[in-house]
């Protein structure tokens, strides 16, 4: 059997599991989401000795530092993969959710209900809570999901799915609502790119080429999702000492994740106060600055070159410019930024208004680290991805974003 003949099947065990998805409760979702938070618990050492495995292949293939931490598991990490489902739990069910309503002047009811999109596919790379996080966000949304991670994460999804769909059975769910779609190879990947009809939307996570190739190459309808070219712009006005935290935490929190901070702008009126403090901090913390003319006055700073810029580095890196005022700052900006999380530090309404308003990014942060631009952190459970084009869905999608809409009406013999 082709490649092509397996992911169709596979297709069609998750529309019918779909169908039975679309008539289950609030009540027995989040009952099947609740088992599967305590089995990830429960079968936390599984897990980790499957994780433990896709660590070795990494190291041994002398893969970068920043990717390894992305597919490390833990017992926390475990934990907040559970969190994040339980989280879910509370939150309410968006399908049958009435949009809009109206009884129009012939008597016709007109109702625009939330509803699943059907089956949903996940291209992604490297990090096996993308898993759990997809799974639980679909399935309390309706959809039942082909998954597609990265052969670097094979063991860790392959314990991970499995966990999941023993649990879902528990309540009466076919475990088909979650699966790992066929294929080790790249000929995996454009099967399911290519089942336009089976599938009914895809969704790319990871990094620019990964991304790319999905959008260009499927005839599946993409939701897509992008990386974090993510700046810090320090504002004439910023209050410096708050500025320092966020600058850190922005870069420092967890150099491997999308939110991380890759570059940082600095107002030249507080330059001569501010450079040469963030210099020394961000240097404590093991980051290589690639700097401007301003920066690289001080020791250990490297030129930056327009790659810089453009680069999202998910290491201990960051590029840093002086400029000469706000107008340059959102020059900059829009220049370089991918779209995802903007922020800026300042103490001037103002300000913050133009920056806000200007700059096209899917989140912009006001006084704060670009690392909360997250599901979890939004209070949306968690994420299936950050998308960062603007249809159907902009910034993190959690529940509502994984549904679509259709209209009931209702008459009573009516005809036109």
């Known amino acids: 059997m082709s490649i092509q003949q397996d992911v169709a099947e596979a297709a069609g065990r998750a529309r019918a599991a779909s169908r039975v998805l679309a008539l289950a409760t609030r009540a027995e979702k989040d009952a099947a989401l609740t088992a599967i938070a305590d089995a990830l618990t429960t079968h936390e050492s599984v897990i980790l000795a499957a994780n433990a495995e896709d660590v070795e292949r990494a190291e041994a293939d002398g893969t970068k530092s920043g990717v390894i931490d992305r597919l490390r598991l833990d017992g926390a990490r475990i934990q907040a993969m559970a969190d994040g489902l339980r989280q879910l739990v509370a939150l309410p069910d968006p399908v049958g959710e009435v949009v809009r309503g109206d009884t129009l002047a012939n008597g016709l009811e007109l109702r625009q209900l939330r509803v699943p999109f059907g089956v949903v596919g996940m291209i992604y790379e490297a990090r096996p809570n993308v898993t759990v996080d997809a799974a ?3 399935l309390k949304s309706g959809n039942a999901v082909l998954l597609r991670g990265s052969s670097s994460a094979r063991s860790s999804n392959t314990a ?3 966990v999941i769909r023993d649990a879902v059975l528990v309540f009466g769910l076919p475990a088909d609502v979650v699966q790992l779609a066929p294929g080790d190879s790249h000929e995996g990947v454009k099967a399911l790119m290519r089942a336009r009809g089976l599938v009914d939307v895809l969704i790319p996570r990871g990094g620019a080429g990964l991304i790319r190739s999905v959008v260009e190459e499927s005839t599946v309808p993409v939701i ?23 600058v850190l935490n922005s870069k420092t929190d967890r150099t491997s994740v999308c939110n991380a901070a890759e570059s940082l702008l600095v107002h030249a009126d507080v330059a001569d106060e501010f450079v040469p403090t963030v210099v020394a901090a961000l240097q404590d913390a093991g980051v290589t600055i690639h700097g401007d003319a301003a920066f690289t006055a001080y ?7 327009d790659e810089d810029w453009a680069t999202e580095y998910l290491d201990l890196e960051i590029s840093a410019a002086v400029v000469p005022d706000l107008d340059a700052a959102i020059e900059h900006v829009s220049r370089w930024s991918s779209g995802h999380t903007e922020a800026i530090v300042t103490s001037d309404l103002g300000s913050a208004r133009r920056f806000a308003a200007e700059v096209d990014a899917a989140a912009v942060l006001v006084n704060a680290s670009t690392r909360f631009t997250d599901g979890g952190e939004f209070g949306f459970g968690a994420e299936i991805g950050i998308s960062t084009q603007k249809l159907h869905a902009r910034g993190p999608m959690g529940l509502t974003e994984m549904t679509t809409t259709k209209y009931v009406v209702t008459g009573d013999g009516h005809v036109r």
């Open 136 to 138: 639980g966000i679909c």
């Open 160 to 162: 991970l799915v499995n």
């Open 224 to 246: 897509e999702t992008g990386v974090g070219n993510c700046h810090v712009y320090v504002d004439a006005s910023a209050d410096l000492e708050k500025a320092l935290a966020i």
């Open 299 to 305: 020791d250990g700073v490297v030129p930056a070159t």
